[in-house]
Each structure stands twice: as C-alpha cells, then as structure tokens.
C-alpha cells in the first residue's frame, strides 16, 4: 500500500499531510527497534492524546483536546474489552467575533476493539467507545452540558517490542445526545465525522497473564510415582524374607 496516497486521501489539508508523513516515517524508524505481537489472555493498557478542530454550518469553530488512559483485557488474538476515562478542554469561537467559549470535560465509558495484524509489526484496529460526556462552561453561567456519546474510530498500530505498540487515528464517526442544565434547554443531538479533522497519537502496552504453573492437573501425582509405586513389592517382599528366615 503507498502510504503516501492513504495520507493525502485523509489529510486533504497540505500541512496535515505533511505532518501525518513526517510522524508516519518516525514510528517506522521506532518500528526498526523490535516487534512482539499483543498475545491472548493479555491486559491492555493504553494512553490517547486527541487534537481536533471542527467547523459547523454556523462557521462557529470547536478546538479540542483530550487525554484518555483505558484498561481492557485481550480475550484473543482479535478482541479486546475494557473501560476508558477521558479529560479535555474545548474552545468555541462563533463565527467573525473575537469572543469565545472556555470548556471543560470528562467521560467515562465501556470500549471494544477489534485488531486485525498485519505481520509482526504492523496492525490495524478498529475501537468502538461508549461513554458518558459531562462538559462544562467555564466562561460564565456555570452550566453543565452532559449525555452519552458513541464513538467508532480505525487506527494503525506498530509493535516496537517488549509489549509496547504506537497507535495512531486521524479521526472517526460518532453520535451524541447532549443536554445542557440549563432552564429550557432541550437536547442536542448529532452526528460526526471528523476524519481528517482529528489526530490522535497513542502509546500502549500488553502485559501477560502470569498463570499459576504449567503443568497439568495430576502431574504432581506423577512426580511421585518411582519408589512409592514400588514400596508395595519391597514391602512383601521383606515380609517373605522374615517367613524364610523363620
């Protein structure tokens, strides 16, 4: 695949592409130093930076950031399940006016991945997370906008060994409901996409299940077999000797 063409196709945006190459080629150069694939029956752990900036019909502009840690256990070489928190902070500018908007958020949620490996260093995987948002102004009034979101975003991963992968997004699809406390306030609901809007830079780490032994049930038994088997025989046969020397 020329990587090239994938990265102009999401980054329409000249200092996005530019900036997807660049990052791209140094997490191959991170690849070089080693690669060990996430194993079955493993623990996940994973930390998320988000960047994005999304423009609505009403030209008002949304700059956000957020830092997610998530935990999830890898049921096999495809599935994985966990939770995930999240922190961020927005800014809304309207359109052609000075003023904007400080934000504040958190979520909380449920996720589910599917990872589908492309050799021993590379590998793709799609993460569908189910949270509950909670985002508050800062600017004044104090109110609370909260509801759940749904998020559906692809990445592409590189195992650098030892467990530790780099992942990188470049935006998804998602719904939300979101109601604000405010009197009258009604619920705000809406679909996004912001593939090409979004960059999301990620570093985790799969740490096996340390199981208590390898052996099999009933090995312990035989182990012991040897002398203990054969102390029957010695035992009549010690009895025999004492008959015959009576």
């Known amino acids: 695949m020329d990587f090239s ?19 791209f ?20 752990l994973y930390g998320n930076v988000n960047v994005s900036s999304e423009t609505d019909q009403a030209k008002q502009v949304t700059t956000q950031w957020n830092i997610t840690p998530g935990v999830g256990y890898q049921f096999d070489k495809n599935w994985t399940g966990g939770v995930n928190l999240s922190y961020g902070a927005a800014k809304v500018t309207p359109d052609g006016q000075p003023a904007s908007t400080d934000l504040s958020s958190y979520t909380v949620g ?4 599917y ?15 189910a949270s509950y948002m909670s ?17 559906l975003w692809p990445a592409i991963g590189i195992n650098v060994g030892k467990g530790y992968a780099l992942n990188c997004a470049l ?6 409901s979101m109601k604000s406390s405010a009197p009258n306030a009604t619920a705000d609901n809406r679909f996004v996409l912001s ?46 000797a004492d008959k015959d020397d009576e």
């Open 5 to 23: 063409i994938l990265l102009i196709y999401l980054c329409p945006n000249h200092t996005q592409f530019y900036f997807m190459k660049k990052l």
């Open 25 to 44: 080629l140094v997490l191959l150069a991170a690849a070089t130093v080693g690669s060990a694939s996430a194993q079955p029956n493993s623990w996940l």
């Open 110 to 113: 449920l996720f589910g991945r």
């Open 115 to 129: 990872t589908h490996n492309m050799g021993s260093t590379f590998f793709c995987f799609g993460q569908l997370d």
């Open 135 to 151: 985002t508050k102004d800062n600017t004044s009034g104090g109110f609370t906008t909260s509801g759940p979101v749904i998020m």
């Open 171 to 176: 935006g998804g699809l998602g719904y939300s």
């Open 195 to 240: 593939f090409g809007q979004a960059v999301m830079i990620g570093l985790s780490k799969n740490f096996a299940c340390k199981m208590h032994g390898n052996h099999k049930p009933g090995d312990d038994t035989h182990e012991m077999k040897g002398d203990d088997d054969d102390a029957p025989k010695k035992h009549r046969k010690a009895k025999k």
